[in-house]
């Protein structure tokens, strides 16, 4: 701090007001840290006092954030110590050696300290004056004959060993060496041993210790040797002195184990499917969690042995996982298996999750090696539905029907017979919803693998190929054109009447607004919301709706590449002839006024055949949009868009109307202005005049009008009111919907100047 603020004040003014605003703030979060810092700190106290004043709303909100944090706290730790665990393991094994070494260089330079003792007491009995001779020999009378005795009592100890040993009786060869090292350090702290007797002891001793370790070493490798037996015998090694060896025999113990089980269910001809897996599952992480509990109960949690465990673990998990990939995910994966490739991993990790109580996380060392087969089936699936489907849409008659029997609609868990409950598509949409729903679950029972984004990409590139053959299938589709010229052509059956091609349209809209949305959310996570009648029902999670909300958006993108070229098709089989001549000419509407005799007022033919057209499409979208209106409503907006902006659009037809050598007369901007009107008319009667088709006709009427006016005529002055057109619009769809009485006419009904309310019943 007196650094930072020497430093402050060897700078600029101008230069030094941001780091005073920094320094301030860095003493305000030390300031505030000293709470934490404080021995007398107690959180509970500390809790009690931030939330007293916060609503139970506010506390929840509270919890569950610090939840969610301490989980990714734990993921991120996760992470972090499988991302460095091969080094942490490399500086354990160093350090254990190290340990080794160090235990090596004490007891040299014991064995030297004692020869160098030795030495110095053989210098100070030769250098003893002649005059102690006597007590001199005395005394080593009596080293001999203590040396005597120790020898006896070694070759009786021997002995005893020996037949302990031959007999295996471990805890009582145990015993009796620690006794000898007990009698033997006694003696030698009595000093009544020469510093040579007591090494030569030590290394007898040494000697049986070792051997019993040997004998010990031996048992563990035998098969029989296991649970209780192969515990205590690791345990006897380790108090031998041995701990390393005794570890890394018992997971050798257990390597071995697990090698002879899988042999045995090799033999026994288990090697595909569920049962396969299970079986191998069980019983290789049967092993891990019996090595684990050896291990902890021996050694308890010693950072050697421990990281020797998991790196024992690890190794034979990636065994295992290779072993399933080679026989059951790579054939599944090559041949699109999704779903046996899917049940397989859900074995596996459920087994694996077991292991986790016991601190070993394995989970990842297997998704690691299953993920990219199951990326691989996932890909192959979707290629096979997109195949599939294409080749059913070749003998598809585009007729709407309920679920067959053996289809599950919706994702159901059952088959179905005919049930007015259930969507009703053509055969090929049935099969593409079905073959996505069965993915879609497929792909939701792996969360762990977080497959849910590369699934959802998925869903939408075949359902934008299935959409490709629903657009092949309308008659005279540019990109059906383009496609039979090209080498990827793909060739489907063709929609050739209304209600066929509507039934395009019928397929494309249900499977994008109810039947791929209703199966995505298996894909999304899921949260508990109550409603106002204290119910709780799953919804999207808040972070997940954004990303929802534009897959769905996409989604209706492609349905609308479909209903344009729909709306396209047939606006161009009103304009155009099969000649290829153009039925909405300017001449139709130029030539009105070089005829002598007032023209009898209805709208012109080509809008009659719109009105038909929208009327015979309106009724079929009635039968196959059931609970859809708004579908049914927006194309019959955007058809009559297409014809009335394609009008707006011609230049031909108004360079004609505008700058041509015969201009447009009070007649032609007549039946201009009423055919407008007839379509406004019953687009609205319809529900399916928008502000934009409305917009667009105001323009062009506008448009029609200033090009009277250039020839100086007051159009308004030679066109009726606009009552009129209504009324005589109003005569024209009754007259073609076959629903005009004219029982009683008294009058001309298309005079500008007749009344037409007697006229209609």
């Not at 161009?572 to 007022?601: A, C, H, K």
């Not at 009129?724 to 024209?732: G, K």
Request: charged share 20%.
């Amino acid at each position: 701090m007196d650094s930072a603020l020497s430093s402050f004040s060897r700078g600029s003014f101008s230069s030094s007001i941001g780091d005073s605003a920094e320094l301030e703030a860095n003493v305000t979060l030390s300031d505030k840290l000293k709470i934490f810092k404080a021995s007398k700190f107690d959180p509970d106290a500390y809790v009690t006092s931030k939330c007293q004043n916060m609503t139970e709303k506010e506390i929840k909100h509270l919890v569950a954030y610090l939840v969610d944090l301490k989980k990714a706290s734990a993921e991120e730790m996760r992470i972090s110590v499988y991302a460095n665990y091969s080094a942490f393991i490399r500086t354990s094994k160093e350090i254990s050696d190290l340990e080794g070494e160090l235990l090596s260089m004490r007891n040299l330079l014991s064995t030297q300290a004692a020869l160098v003792e030795s030495l110095a007491e053989g210098v100070r009995i030769d250098s003893l004056s002649s005059g102690d001779e006597d007590s001199t020999a005395e005394n080593m009378s009596n080293e001999n004959r203590e040396l005597t005795k120790i020898e006896d009592w070694l070759a009786e100890f021997l002995d005893t060993l020996e037949v302990l040993l031959a007999e295996r009786r471990v805890d009582e060869a145990m015993a009796a060496l620690d006794e000898g090292e007990n009698i033997v350090e006694e003696a030698n702290n009595k000093q009544t041993l020469s510093p040579a007797a007591f090494l030569s002891l030590q290394a007898a001793i040494a000697g049986q210790r070792q051997k019993l370790a040997d004998q010990l070493a031996e048992t563990m490798l035998q098969p029989s040797a296991r649970g209780i037996e192969l515990r205590s015998t690791v345990q006897a090694l380790k108090k031998l002195g041995d701990g390393p060896r005794a570890h890394m025999l018992m997971l050798s113990s257990h390597k071995q184990k697990l090698l002879n089980n899988m042999q045995c269910l090799r033999s026994a001809s288990i090697t595909c499917g569920g049962g396969y897996t299970a079986a191998l599952s069980h019983v290789v992480f049967r092993t891990i969690a019996q090595a684990a509990s050896d291990s902890l109960a021996v050694f308890n949690e010693e950072p050697a042995y421990a990281s020797e465990l998991v790196t024992w673990a690890v190794k034979h998990s990636q065994v295992f996982a290779n072993l399933l990939k080679r026989h059951i995910l790579a054939p599944s994966a090559a041949s699109g298996g999704l779903r046996l490739a899917a049940e397989c991993v859900q074995i596996c990790l459920g087994h694996c999750y077991l292991l986790e109580a016991r601190g070993l996380a394995l989970s990842p060392v297997l998704l690691r090696i299953f993920r990219p087969y199951i990326e691989q089936a996932l890909s192959t699936n979707l290629k096979r539905i997109e195949q599939n489907s294409a080749a059913l849409a070749v003998t598809d008659d585009w007729f709407l029907l309920y679920s067959p029997v053996g289809i599950r609609p919706m994702g159901s868990g059952m088959s179905l017979g005919v049930n007015a409950s259930q969507p009703k598509l053509s055969s090929s949409a049935h099969r593409f919803n079905s073959m996505v729903q069965e993915l879609v679950e497929d792909v939701a029972s792996l969360e762990s693998l977080q497959l849910d984004g590369q699934a959802l990409e998925g869903i939408l590139q075949v359902f934008n190929s299935y959409v490709g053959l629903l657009v092949n299938a309308m008659p005279g589709s540019m990109e059906n054109e383009e496609n039979l010229e090209g080498s990827g052509s793909r060739i489907v059956r063709l929609a050739e009447t209304e209600a066929q091609q509507t039934a395009l349209l019928a397929n494309a809209s249900l499977l994008a607004d109810e039947l791929l949305p209703r199966a995505a959310l298996k894909l999304f996570p899921l949260v508990q919301q109550t409603n106002n009648n204290k119910m709780e029902t799953p919804k999207i999670a808040p972070n997940r709706m954004p990303e929802q909300r534009e897959w769905k958006k996409r989604l209706q993108r492609l349905v609308d590449r479909l209903r344009d070229s729909f709306c396209r098709q047939h606006a161009l089989d009103l304009i155009f002839t099969e000649e290829g001549e153009t039925r909405l000419s300017p001449q139709m509407y130029l030539s009105m006024d070089g005829n002598v005799e007032e023209p009898e007022w209805f709208p012109s033919p080509i809008f009659h055949e719109l009105f038909a057209k929208l009327t015979r499409i309106a009724s079929i979208s009635t039968d196959m949009f059931v609970g859809r209106e708004r579908f049914a409503t927006v194309l019959l907006m955007r058809l009559t868009e297409t014809v009335i902006l394609w009008l707006s659009d011609d230049q031909n037809f108004w360079g004609e109307i505008e700058q041509g050598p015969q201009p447009l007369g009070p007649l032609g901007l007549q039946q201009f202005y009423l055919d407008m009107e007839f379509v406004m008319l019953f687009a609205s009667q319809g529900r399916y005049l928008s502000r934009h088709l409305n917009q667009v006709i105001k323009d062009i009427i506008a448009r029609a009008i200033d090009a009277v006016a250039a020839t100086g005529l007051d159009p308004f002055r030679v066109l009726p009111e606009d009552d009129w057109f209504v009324e005589v619009a109003q005569i024209a769809i009754k007259m073609l919907t076959g629903k005009a009485n004219f029982g009683n006419l008294d009058g001309d009904v298309t005079s500008p100047t007749a009344s037409v309310s007697d006229t209609l019943y």
